[in-house]
């Protein structure tokens, strides 16, 4: 059973989970090519995975076996188990919990060799679609307080399996890193009565120079701090606190732009190795009106070093507004009908 | 000039440092072992770092000529610059700074291919004299607030020249990490009256689980709740809130205990990438009674990916109970008479 504890001193949980793990002489081996004979999340290999938990499939398709286009398994090896109490523990200055959680992953195509920013804007929106039903089913389970969406792309970037997925975890707590946004926003809130991050949306919009793109209800831009070089956001223009609270209407833009970003920076630089993460208010209604959530792109183009670990404080040596510039200027293939290409003032 | 910028949700820093780096063209450039006849850090390429801030070298030599032990120079591509003010400006919701502060480095040693964990016990006592001499030094101007001491070992860790050294970086603020572990330990110490390290020292030698060694002055542990596997903390066992605070009789055991668990590592793990960080109190005197000063050191066995992001919650799948079972174990080519080793119970 995996096992949460707590740093007494930052007040920082960890995830003790040795089933994923490792003695000594396991570090240091590398991802494979595979290619698609082996790969656990390709058509035919069904059997490798646990069972789904959906799948878009035709009808006359059984679970688990070819015809799908997209699979929700859980992970074969959980950070964090369905089954089982909290059963929250002191050990004498120490405190700890068992693992409860859920811990899945969205095989987002059947096709070994395509990776997000080569979809196209329906295969991008039924990955989207596959987000919000599980976060809305997951919601309904009382132990879970957060539900993170994730995708790791590149082996620098932490994934495993080359064959394109995401991931998806539920906690039994609400991480402290989220915690801090929500306390951000709530202070900015208390004192000027708004959301930080409309400001945010309204300042940007001025002048645009950390402006990527927009359509009608979505837009993508460098954060005025980034921590990496490229960095990129995508919020709502509208105020949400929550993926699963937008208009069904809006989900095909959301599909659209970010799928459209992965693939400017795929093409500026050259395919690299990146995080997009859902920062999305708790399952409890906490935040509801200070909170606004969005994707934050990070590509991992530089090293985490020690200054980095041990301050929190990044050394970053691209610009936002080089950034936005370069990323705006991408010829991309097509431009979509549905994307509005922002201009350079 | 370096500019300094604040996340407005998070309160984070950031340095952007345009000098270091970076157009999109110039990231995957891997660092190419180069020997010691075009290294920068080598005797007689002095000429090829700016000018030595102080140097160990014998009496007979000149500055910046061959024959020193150890130099301390400035970054030749400082994060942050010496000169000139901070001018704090607001820009709509956005504040930012002049990127003021000190950024030095410690070539440890004239050995092109010598690492920390080969020196023997003198050689890292006259690293940390360099230390304490830099921050001593460093402390007396008013602009800097932090002084922060590390090391990046091997390039997944961050480092980008194969040399031995270490850097100082001072800050014109106190950093977001820094002052959340401030925080935590001023609020165990409000409850309690007693520091949260000393504390942890206390509970932690008693069954010494996740000890590693010991000598009379310091302990070098796995921390009950590690981000990473492997991450192994050294303390001072006496309660001293800077490392420029301990006795000078002190050093010494303070030299041996870290480059004999960095030999443990690098035995345990074959050579692994790490960064190790001085935690210590800010240049003012704030934590002077709740504060312990500390080195965290963090081999890099993982990659951190979009959960870790995302959450600030990590998952390790390494105890620390093992880790340090394993650590213990490890022979060392010579067990130095000054360490004692601490006994599995």
């Known amino acids: 059973m995996p096992e949460l504890r707590k740093d007494p001193i930052i007040g920082r949980w960890v995830i003790i989970s040795t089933e994923r793990g490792k003695r000594p002489s396991d570090f240091g081996i590398t991802m494979e090519k595979k290619g698609s004979k082996l790969c656990p999340f390709c058509p035919g290999n069904e059997s490798a995975t646990p069972p789904e938990i959906i799948a878009f499939r035709p009808d006359n398709t059984k679970p688990n076996t ?35 959680g859920a811990h899945e992953v969205i095989i987002e195509t059947p096709d070994h060799f395509k990776d997000f920013a080569d979809f196209d804007n329906e295969k991008a929106l039924n990955i989207i679609w596959a987000y919000r039903m599980r976060i809305l089913d997951l919601k309904k389970d009382p132990r879970f307080k957060y539900i993170i969406v994730f995708k790791n792309h590149g082996q620098a970037a932490g994934a495993s399996l080359e064959h394109s997925h995401s991931q998806l975890i ?15 926003a709530l202070k900015y809130y208390q004192y000027k009565e708004r959301c930080i991050f409309c400001d945010i949306i309204r300042q940007e919009m001025g002048d645009g120079e950390r402006v990527v793109s927009r359509n009608d209800n979505f837009i993508a831009l460098e954060p005025f701090a980034p921590r990496l070089p490229f960095e990129t956001w995508i919020l709502p ?7 699963e609270d937008i208009a069904e209407k809006e989900l095909p833009d959301l599909a659209s732009i970010l799928r459209e970003t992965l693939k400017r920076l795929s093409l500026s630089l050259n395919n690299p190795p990146y995080n997009f993460i859902l920062h999305s208010r708790p399952v409890e209604e906490e935040g509801k009106i200070y909170y606004h959530w969005h994707i934050e792109i990070m590509p991992k183009l530089t090293k985490v070093a020690g200054f980095e670990w041990g301050t929190g404080f990044y050394i970053n040596p691209t610009t936002p507004e080089d950034a936005a510039k370069y990323l705006r200027e991408i010829k991309l293939d097509v431009v979509e009908n549905n994307v509005v290409q922002q201009q350079t003032h």
């Open 237 to 243: 223009t509208k105020h949400y606190s929550a993926l």
């Open 170 to 184: 539920a906690t039994p707590i609400v991480p402290k890193r989220v915690a801090e946004e929500l306390e951000g």
């Open 66 to 100: 070819p015809g799908w286009a997209l699979r929700v398994i859980s992970n074969k090896f959980p950070a964090l188990k369905i089954e089982g109490d909290l059963n929250r523990v002191g050990i004498g200055i120490f405190d700890k919990m068992n693992g409860i």
